[in-house]
Structures are given as C-alpha cells and as structure tokens.
C-alpha cells in the first residue's frame, strides 16, 4: 500500500464503537436451553383417519357397520364386528377397504348368515314359555267361547290331535322339527329372539315335547275338563302358579316405562328414566319385560356405556323461543 495513502486513513478520525453499546460495561450472555426429557414432546398425530366404519378399543381396531334392514334381518338391529388386528391406523384402513369390498359383493348372504346361529338357553326357554302361553290362552278362549259344539266335531277334533301326537313322535326320532317352524316362529317374534333356520336337536326335542303335552291339555278340555286343571302338572314343572295372569298378554316394554314414568320420585329421576327407556326400546324393539334376560341387559348396558356423554342431551333452555320480562 501507498505509504501516503496509510498514513491519510491513520490521520482520519474514526467513529467511536463505545457510542454503539449502551454501556461499557455490558455483557453478553449465552442462552442455553435444557435437553427435553424423552416422553414429554407433544404427542404426534395419526396420519391417517380412522374411517368411518372403524372403532378402537384399546390398542387393536374393530370393524363395525350396521347391517341393513333387509331379509332375515328386517325385524332386528344386528351390526358385523370383526377385529382387524391390528394397532396401525394404514393397516387398519387398508383392511377395512378390504372388507367392505367383499361385505358388497356378499351383502345378502352375511345378513342371511346371522340366521344360522343357534339359540342361548336363556332364549330358548323364553321362546318356549311365550308358546305355552299362547297355546294355553287359545285353549281357554275355545272353552269359554259360547258356541256350542257337537259331539262329532269333539271326536274330530280329538282324533286329528292323536293323529298329531302320532306325527310328532314320529318326527322327533327323525329329527324333523318342521312341522313346529310357525308356532316357534310366531312366539319368538313376540320376545324379539332371533330364531335359527336350523332347529338344534335339543331346542327341538324340548319343542315337540311340549306340544305332545299341550295337545294332551287340550284333549282333555275337549272332554269337558277344566284347562286350569288339565294344565296343572304342566303349569307346576314350569313354576307356573297363577293361570288367568299367565295367559295374559304380556306386558310390553313401552307400556312399562310409561307406567314407571307415572310413579317416578322426582324430576331428575323421571329424564333419566324416560332417556333410559327410549334407548331400550330402541335396542330390543317392543318386546315383553319377561324376555328380558340377563345375558342380553349385559349385552345392553354394554352397548350403552359406548354412546357418547353428549348423547341425547340438549342445550338448555332456548332463549330464541322464550319471551322476556317486560322493561
């Protein structure tokens, strides 16, 4: 460099840096930030949705979708769950794709299928109490009819019943349960049981058994003896004691709950009770309280406790449709 130059750039005045700070005694500090601790950091979100027809429990997802009204599914509310296992959000989307290309291709014949399943002990006897029931109201009803018959149609009448016990008999050993299809079908669309198209040989026989029995009650009648006595080793094996309350039509479970409405303790307890109520008749249908048994209240309150806390619950007291005070 130009000695000249050097010593004109020495000679100048330049700024003076300490004008900068604020003071110059000030310090600059390092800022340091502590390590995070593993399992603190923010949670990361799924990156896939669940999809529609998918629910979780626990770790493992569930494929779950309300069965159409259609076929032998027309008079229940049946839903197909199946489990996916699997705990990863892709799979399980992936696999629910999977399943309702075939559930749409199979539809008719998965809804058919619940119809091949067999009946609870708790079911089956219910089944059969509401066709004792019935069949012992039909019996008083012809005997208190005031019409009267002769005696050729008695001995008619008696003789195609012999005729039927011959044709049950015959039918039990063949493992034939056909002929008893619209009695057991009638009395389980009364309690809201799901009758199989098959018949297991045990609900069959104890079928047939019983209608061998009830027309025994009914031969008698038509002799002239009473059916409250003529049903009595019947009624007493089933614990059966009061016969003009047993054939009654059975109490429903709207006409219940209407009736406990009537008699509840309080307000609070009665929008309990009514939310309660709907929400039973909703999942068993309008079915007698005797058809209630333990195994589908289980099955109930199971279903229950899984709808939201938000469910059926309103906002309150609407100010858009109250009128205010006067000013």
């Given amino acids: 460099m130009n000695p000249e130059k050097y010593n004109e750039i020495k000679g100048q005045?330049?700024?003076d840096t300490r004008e900068v700070s604020q003071s110059q005694q000030a310090v600059t500090h390092g800022v340091t930030h502590a390590c995070r601790k593993p399992g603190y950091g923010p949670r990361p979100r799924l990156p896939h949705s669940a999809g529609p027809y998918l629910m979780?429990?626990?770790r493992i997802f569930y494929f779950r979708k309300r069965l159409p009204r259609a076929g032998s599914n027309r008079p229940s509310k049946l839903f197909l769950c199946l489990s996916l296992r699997t705990d990863l959000p892709l799979d399980a989307v992936k696999r629910t794709a999977a399943l309702l290309t075939v559930y749409e291709r199979e539809e008719k014949m998965i809804?058919?299928?619940f119809k091949t399943g067999t009946l609870s002990q708790a079911e089956a006897k219910t089944v059969l109490t509401e066709m004792l029931r019935a069949e012992l109201a039909r019996i008083l009803e012809q005997q208190t009819s005031a019409e009267p018959v002769d005696d050729y149609q008695l001995d008619a009448r008696i003789e195609a019943l012999e005729k039927e016990n011959r044709s049950l008999r015959r039918a039990?050993?063949?493992?034939d349960w056909s002929s008893l299809q619209s009695l057991l079908f009638k009395a389980s669309q009364v309690v809201g049981a799901q009758l199989p198209e098959a018949l297991s040989p045990d609900f069959g026989r104890q079928a047939i058994s019983l209608k061998k029995r009830l027309n025994d009650v009914e031969m008698d009648a038509l002799d002239g003896d009473d059916v409250r006595n003529a049903s009595r080793t019947l009624r007493a094996e089933e614990g059966i004691e009061d016969f003009d309350a047993f054939v009654q039509a059975p109490v429903s479970l709207s006409r219940s709950w209407e009736h406990a409405l009537v008699r509840h303790p309080s307000p609070s307890m009665k929008a309990n009770i009514d939310a309660i109520g709907?929400?039973?008749v909703e999942y068993f249908g309008d079915i007698p309280v005797t058809a209630l048994t333990m195994d589908r209240q289980k099955g109930f309150f199971a279903w229950m406790a899984r709808l939201p806390k938000s469910n059926g619950k309103a906002h309150g007291k609407n100010r858009f449709c109250s009128e205010g005070c006067q000013m």
């Fill in 56 to 58: 979780r429990r626990g």
């Fill in 13 to 15: 005045d330049l700024p």
């Fill in 278 to 280: 709907k929400l039973a």
């Fill in 172 to 175: 039990a050993r063949q493992q």
């Fill in 111 to 113: 809804v058919d299928g």
